[in-house]
């Protein structure tokens, strides 16, 4: 094993908070590990442990031959270790070409390995015609495209990667699976990386489900999908939830309490051409839609892509550059007060205060709308029954689950009756069980009670929860509508996928690549967008036969992150 650990524990707050609860695993020479699951679970303890930035306070664990608990300082030059955030370990005021050069003077890597490192890295990244510019201009997948240069310079034999991919676009998040697979295929790098998207479990070798502190469960991909329901296929989320709920008696759903019943179409939202530059930066460039009530519309993107300046334009918070708005009946320029009253905001981090109890936000909330004080005792008392909140009411929301304080804000959100919702990435970080929870109350409060609601997320697999979809990049919106149109205008303009399935998949790799310039592994799938399927799959089938290697090839539909992928390029958006 290239990585091992025993037992591993870590707690904080003088032992109070167990964040690591006596994990035990091993990743193999050439194998993607993933560790998946939400925020708070544990995965980024485990992966500082292991690149001996945190010490551990029980337990054991080896990288590349070095005990890491005896001596951390041993590993740090035999790894290439990626924090969580984007291009965190960068230098924003150092151009890339500079921050290239600090981190090879860090590593101390020799000047001829070192050209001869840039250049094939610089060809994987596509980074080449950015070199002067500076690293706090760059996009957010441009930036994780740098840092893992910087991770990279020394081609170290294993890579630590904390959530790489949080926040970038589906198009960088494709070029950064890429590039891992590349050097796990040609140089049999070992790879251990932490997630909180459920999707990407795919592209891994095995995963471990991670949930307060441990391991729910293990295995390849298709090991966990068919591990449950008689070995039929289900979604790695229905896994996770599966795990989470076995030993628990089932929960009543959760809901809003009494329907007021359907509002009328005055909750429509309308946006003509709505802008938002600051300086010579567009944040949002002329989008125009609409929302009917009792519509759900999702905006998918990711961070940087201008979901949260719309919505707060279309809030009344931010004042538009050009361009018209109508929430609700009401102008968002001249009318931003009454917009204000009209509708319910859950902003991306929960606008609580620490401060004051759960039932106190919810009364300030109340005063705040003006509600009447017998009115909103009734509804505070309803809304506490309804959410699961009443055994929570007197404790702060710092001390509460995630998912409970989402909960809480959707509360404070809609506890004056709103005629529109607008929910600014709410599910970000929240285990699978609290978001499809969650999910079930956005659809109680659209579908039974009339509400148009607007929410924006970067979880493609958020998109089947909503009735349309606009899919946002660089400022635009570059495709709107229903999910499932959506992918079908995708795959009439691209064509479906192509998928190849091999016990050899380094070696099918290789192959498929010469053929299929845009094949990409999928853990040990091969996967493309055809506009020759058919003819794709025989070809393929037949080289690779030709060549010894076993192989299955089959026509997939396009996934929703597909779709996003496939539009932005017949968009032209596709930058590089």
């Not at 650990?5 to 050439?30: D, K, N, P």
């Not at 459920?198 to 469960?217: K, N, Q, V, W, Y």
């Not at 009318?335 to 039932?359: C, H, K, N, P, W």
């Not at 290697?549 to 958006?573: C, H, K, N, W, Y």
Request: proline share 5%; glycine share 10%.
């Amino acid at each position: 094993m290239v990585i091992e650990a025993r037992g591993l524990t870590r707690t904080y707050a003088r032992g109070r908070i167990r964040a690591v609860r006596g994990v035990s695993f091993g990743v193999e020479r050439g194998e993607v590990l993933g560790l998946i699951g939400p925020d708070g679970a544990g995965k980024t303890s485990v992966l500082q442990i292991l690149a001996g930035v945190l010490r551990a306070d029980a337990g054991q664990a080896t990288v590349a031959g070095v005990d890491v608990l005896r001596d951390p300082e041993a590993v740090k030059h035999r790894i290439g270790y990626m924090p969580q955030g984007l291009g965190l370990n960068l230098y924003d005021s150092l151009t890339v070409a500079e921050n290239i050069e600090f981190f090879r003077d860090l590593r101390r890597v020799p000047r001829a390995q070192y050209q001869d490192n840039l250049e094939r890295l610089l060809h994987m990244t596509r980074l080449r015609s950015f070199l002067d510019r500076p690293a706090g201009t760059l996009s957010g997948g441009m930036r994780q495209k740098l840092a893992l240069i910087c991770t990279l310079i020394h081609l170290p034999d294993v890579l630590l990667l904390d959530e790489p991919t949080t926040g970038v676009d589906p198009i960088s998040r494709r070029d950064f699976w890429t590039i891992v697979h590349t050097l796990v295929v040609s140089r049999g790098v070992t790879v251990m990386l932490t997630t909180s998207y459920m999707d990407e479990a795919e592209r891994c070798h095995r995963i471990s489900l991670m949930h307060a502190g441990t391991f729910i469960a293990a295995g390849t991909p298709d090991e966990l999908e068919r591990s449950i329901d008689g070995g039929s296929r289900r979604s790695l989320e229905a896994v996770f939830i599966h795990h989470l709920t076995r030993d628990q008696p089932p929960a009543a759903p959760a809901s809003l309490g009494s329907s007021a019943g359907p509002v009328d179409g005055a909750s429509t939202v309308r946006a003509e051409r709505l802008t938002c530059r600051f300086g010579k930066f567009t944040a949002v460039d002329g989008v125009s839609l609409q929302i009917a009530a009792g519509e759900i519309l999702g905006l998918l993107g990711p961070n940087g892509a201008g979901k949260t300046t719309l919505i707060k334009m279309l809030c009344g918070l931010q004042v538009p550059t050009a361009g018209t708005a109508v929430v609700a009946g009401h102008d968002v320029r001249r009318e931003r007060a009454r917009v204000r009253a009209s509708i319910g905001y859950m902003s991306q981090r929960f606008a609580l205060y620490r401060d004051q109890t759960v039932r106190e936000n919810l009364r300030l909330s109340a005063g705040l709308y003006g509600l009447d004080p017998g009115v909103a005792a009734r509804r505070i008392a309803a809304l506490l029954e309804s959410l699961g909140l009443s055994d929570f009411a007197d404790r702060v929301p710092l001390g509460l689950p995630l998912g409970q304080r989402q909960r809480l804000a959707l509360a404070s959100a809609v506890l004056h009756e709103p005629r529109v919702l607008f929910l600014d990435e709410p599910t970000a970080g929240v285990d699978p069980l609290a978001r499809r929870q969650f999910w079930d109350l956005v659809h109680g409060l659209a579908h039974q009670r009339g509400v148009g609601v607007l929410v924006s997320t970067h979880y493609m697999d958020e998109a089947a929860h909503c009735d349309r979809l606009g899919f946002m990049h660089e400022g635009r919106l570059v495709g709107l509508g229903p999910p499932d149109e959506l992918t079908k205008r995708a795959e009439q303009a691209g064509g479906p996928m192509v998928a190849v399935e091999s016990p050899d998949f380094a070696r099918a790799f290789v192959l498929v690549r010469e053929r299929a310039s845009g094949a990409m592994l999928y853990g040990r799938r091969i996967r493309w967008q055809s506009r020759r399927p058919d003819e794709d799959v025989r070809e393929v089938t037949a080289a690779l036969a030709a060549a010894g290697v076993a192989a299955r090839a089959e026509i997939q539909p396009l996934s929703m992150e597909d779709t996003f992928v496939s539009v932005l390029q017949q968009a032209g958006l596709d930058r590089g």
